[in-house]
């Protein structure tokens, strides 16, 4: 009789895995090529988690710009190069315009707010958050002046360290998520306040943890790793207080609301909300408030404080650069007022080496995860509809096609040769297309604006030969990170 039950056991378990077998060998015709998935792990045993970016490069050049991986039994669809690149989110935008499903994002989000979501509810976040950010200081201090004021703040606090050697991530980090915070809550923060410095950490350690190779790991089978120990806890238990933090903001701004003088984008929410408080189907709900204000807070955060840090790093590792941007600063703005956004189109040279910054620093490799809204064919290959697609911003920033010597920082990427700066359509760290990066605007401003500021007023020095400062990102992330590494400035 046990052995009857056994056998019959077994005969299931062989036949379920025959069913899955077969139903495995049964895909779509004419998928992108990859390296060969094994039936339910897919190619999970071929691949290293811990690089996942230069894997995902790799397997570009060994099976082609369109080609494609299975995570279990997840495929997912990498595309490489500019010209590929472009062909699907620009060129077959709207077919490529989903947001690719993020398993951290899912749980923590829920489908709600502007970064993770689709369909009518993304539509409708998008085009209000554009619109607010847009039109946002009307009648009062305009983006340029918040980003001016906080430049100074910043100037200061390197000014209180001069001679001294320092490490500018905690400074950059507090001046530009300043900014966001004038925006969004209507205020900015002490460098000392407490509940700021707070959540700023906790920022920190999220991106540490949501660009992990664990991160990758977890997602691949979430039902099961979030029964058991590990650094998802901890992420979850952020999010919590990124949303308790906000709904503070939220109901103290309700308390002391005027709807004829909209004092932030949690204001302009909160009128919008109040208009369509009959309208049953409305997405202007507390829900996508939150989480619009913390993807607000942490995207627009971490991406330029990290570039801003980057680009000091390049400019210790290439003082001749530094020396000419001074010049050019000195020439054109001078010591006595403050920089302008309209300087920047007479200061090409400047200009080049931002650009050459946010193409070198290379933040975003993977770039967000897209997902196809239906069937479609790409390079004549067969995507099903909701399939994740990479697009790898990586190979865009780094196509020798577009930037010869592309491992190389040259500003000369971006100048002609009468020295004014050339347009390159294979430039976008920002993403491209229907979702490219809600903030492009606000974080080419402030880029701007704080690193001519700083160097209006310092040279940036540091105790590193040339030779030894690394410039190279940190190894075995989702993002690319500059390495740690302190300077001292000098007045000039």
């Keep these: 009789m046990e052995l009857s039950v056994c056998g019959t056991a077994l005969l299931l378990c062989a036949v379920t895995v025959l069913i899955l077998v077969l139903s495995w060998n049964r895909k779509p015709p004419n998928l992108p090529p990859g390296p060969t998935p094994l ?98 200081g009307m ?44 925006i969004v809550f209507g205020d900015r923060f002490d460098y000392e306040d407490k509940d700021f410095l707070a959540m700023l950490a906790l920022m920190k350690e999220t ?112 003082p001749d650069i530094q020396k000419r941007m001074h010049r050019e600063i000195d020439e054109v703005i001078g010591q006595d007022r403050v920089p302008s956004v309209e300087d920047r189109i007479r200061m090409p040279y400047v200009d080049a080496v931002i650009h050459e910054i946010l193409r070198f620093a290379d933040l975003a490799p993977l770039g967000l995860p897209r997902s196809t809204t239906k069937d479609t064919t790409l390079r004549g290959f067969h995507i099903p509809k909701d399939t994740t697609i990479f697009p790898m911003l990586t190979t865009v920033l780094k196509d020798e096609k577009y930037f010869p010597d592309a491992q190389k920082f040259d500003p000369g990427h971006f100048l002609d040769e009468n020295g004014s700066l050339k347009k390159n359509e294979a430039f976008m760290p920002f993403s491209i297309g229907k979702r490219i990066c809600l903030g492009e605007g606000l974080a080419r401003m402030e880029i701007f604006l704080f690193l001519t500021s700083i160097l209006q007023k310092f040279d ?26 302190e300077l001292y400035v000098r007045s000039r």
Aim: hydrophobic content about 40%.
């Design 39 to 136: 039936p339910l792990i897919g190619n999970l045993l071929q691949l290293d988690f811990k690089n996942m970016v230069q894997q995902f490069v790799k397997i570009g050049s060994t099976y082609g710009p369109v080609s494609m991986v299975y995570l279990g039994q997840k495929p997912v669809v990498i595309l490489n190069g500019h010209d590929v690149v472009r062909e699907a989110l620009l060129d077959n935008g709207e077919v490529f315009s989903d947001r690719g499903k993020l398993i951290f994002a899912e749980l923590a989000f829920k489908g709600y707010g502007v970064l993770f979501s689709n369909g009518e509810r993304w539509k409708q976040m998008r085009r209000f958050s554009l619109s607010t950010l847009r039109n946002f």
């Design 207 to 318: 991106f540490q943890i949501v660009t992990s190779p664990w991160a990758q790991i977890f997602g691949l089978a979430p039902n099961i790793f979030k029964h058991m120990p590990g650094s998802h806890h901890k992420l979850f238990r952020n999010f919590n207080t990124f949303r308790e933090y906000v709904m503070e903001k939220v109901k103290s701004h309700e308390e002391s609301l005027d709807e004829n003088f909209p004092r932030d984008y949690i204001d302009c929410f909160v009128i919008k909300m109040r208009e369509e408080k009959d309208n049953p189907n409305s997405e202007f709900i507390y829900e996508n408030l939150i989480v619009n204000l913390v993807n607000l807070f942490f995207a627009g955060t971490e991406t330029t404080s990290t570039t801003l840090r980057y680009g000091i790093l390049l400019l210790l590792k290439y």
């Design 139 to 182: 009648g009062k201090r305009s983006l340029e002046e918040r980003v001016q004021a906080e430049a100074k703040c910043l100037g200061e606090e390197f000014l209180k360290r001069k001679g001294a050697q320092f490490d500018p991530t905690y400074h950059l980090s507090l001046a530009v998520s300043n900014v966001i915070c004038s």
């Design 460 to 485: 940036l020095k540091c105790n590193i030969r040339l030779e030894d400062i690394d410039i190279s990102p940190i190894p075995s992330k989702g993002s690319f990170t500059p390495r740690p590494y």
